[in-house]
């Protein structure tokens, strides 16, 4: 099993859903954490104890707000003050809004491209100099399988997780004679609250059972069948932190049972 033991990790958006399945895979290598995100008080501190449970390790907590550069800038800083200088950073923190785009509003678009692709780069931009300074990184980008392909309404959410890649493959040449990689993993449809959303909207818009509305999504994109799970992301990110991953630069990884393979 891969050791990250004395590795520094920051996992934005990890107080709900695939973040915290990443966060909880990077405990069990032994990294030191910071989570991130929105989240009641008590039920972050009850992620940080299962997290420090799992690494034996230390775990600290920011809330910053990605859509605020600054904020981006001072989250990094509070985790190199907090844990030490950021060793692996994972973008994971993202929104959904689903709309045709003749109505789609222009607030929501801007909201899910600072998110979704914005606060990577900020995020990027405020770790690399860390990382170079020890010629040692990992960048882990949670983009999606909307990344590879399109669905309709989520003209925003598409947009902004093809950008991901993109910002991930110059990244990997910027870092290319380095010991930094930055690569993606590109999600099918894992059952979280973003999920969960689109499957209530979905029923309530089709006037069917919440079951019936998520089978016929999964049926719709997922050759499998079925959904994926975070820590089958978490798995992936932790290899991706290994040495054997070295020469893994740029790459975009879809865990979507089957669906951009059409
Ligand atoms: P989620 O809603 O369960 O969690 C989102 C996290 O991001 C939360 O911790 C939330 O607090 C945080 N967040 C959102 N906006 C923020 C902001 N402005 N500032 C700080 N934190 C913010 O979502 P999820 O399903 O776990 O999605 C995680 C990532 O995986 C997203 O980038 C999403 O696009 C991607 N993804 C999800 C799926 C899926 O099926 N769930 C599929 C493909 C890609």
């Known amino acids: 099993m891969t050791t990250l033991k004395n590795k520094v990790a920051l996992v934005t958006g990890s107080t709900s859903g695939i973040g915290f399945g990443i966060a909880r895979s990077l405990a069990q290598a032994g990294t030191d954490l910071m989570i991130h995100g929105f989240g009641d008080a008590a039920e972050?501190?009850?992620?940080?104890?299962?997290?420090?449970?799992?690494?034996?390790?230390?775990?600290a907590y920011s809330a910053a707000d990605v859509t605020n550069p600054a904020a981006v800038r001072e989250m990094v800083a509070q985790c190199t003050d907090e844990l030490g200088a950021v060793d692996?950073?994972?973008?994971?923190?993202?929104?959904?809004?689903?709309?045709?785009?003749?109505t789609f509003p222009d607030?929501?678009?801007?909201?899910?491209?600072?998110?979704?692709?914005?606060?990577?780069?900020?995020?990027?931009?405020?770790?690399?100099?860390?990382?170079?300074?020890?010629?040692?990184?990992?960048?882990?980008?949670i983009a999606s399988a909307h990344a590879?392909?399109?669905?309709?309404?989520?003209?925003?959410?598409?947009?902004?997780?093809?950008?991901?890649?993109?910002?991930?493959?110059?990244?990997?040449?910027e870092t290319a004679r380095s010991g930094i990689t930055c690569n993606a993993i590109c999600p099918g449809m894992i059952l979280t609250p973003l999920v969960q959303k689109q499957i209530d909207d979905w029923a309530e818009r089709d006037h069917i059972s919440n079951d019936e509305a998520r089978s016929r999504m999964i049926a719709e994109k997922i050759p499998t069948g079925q959904f994926?799970?975070?820590?089958?992301?978490?798995?992936?990110?932790?290899?991706?932190?290994?040495?054997?991953?070295?020469?893994?630069?740029g790459a975009a990884m879809p865990v979507d049972g089957g669906w951009t393979v059409w």
């Not at 978490?234 to 020469?247: H, N």
Request: aromatic share 6%.
């Open 228 to 249: 994926q799970t975070a820590a089958q992301i978490g798995a992936l990110v932790v290899f991706l932190c290994s040495e054997e991953a070295d020469q893994i630069r």
């Open 148 to 173: 590879l392909v399109a669905s309709v309404t989520k003209s925003a959410y598409v947009a902004a997780k093809h950008g991901v890649i993109g910002l991930t493959k110059v990244v990997a040449l």
């Open 88 to 102: 692996i950073l994972v973008n994971n923190a993202g929104i959904q809004y689903t709309c045709p785009i003749d």
């Open 44 to 59: 972050v501190d009850a992620q940080c104890r299962d997290l420090a449970a799992l690494s034996g390790g230390r775990v």
């Open 107 to 141: 607030d929501r678009w801007d909201a899910i491209l600072a998110t979704n692709l914005s606060a990577n780069f900020h995020a990027i931009k405020a770790v690399l100099p860390q990382m170079r300074a020890r010629d040692w990184g990992r960048i882990v980008n």
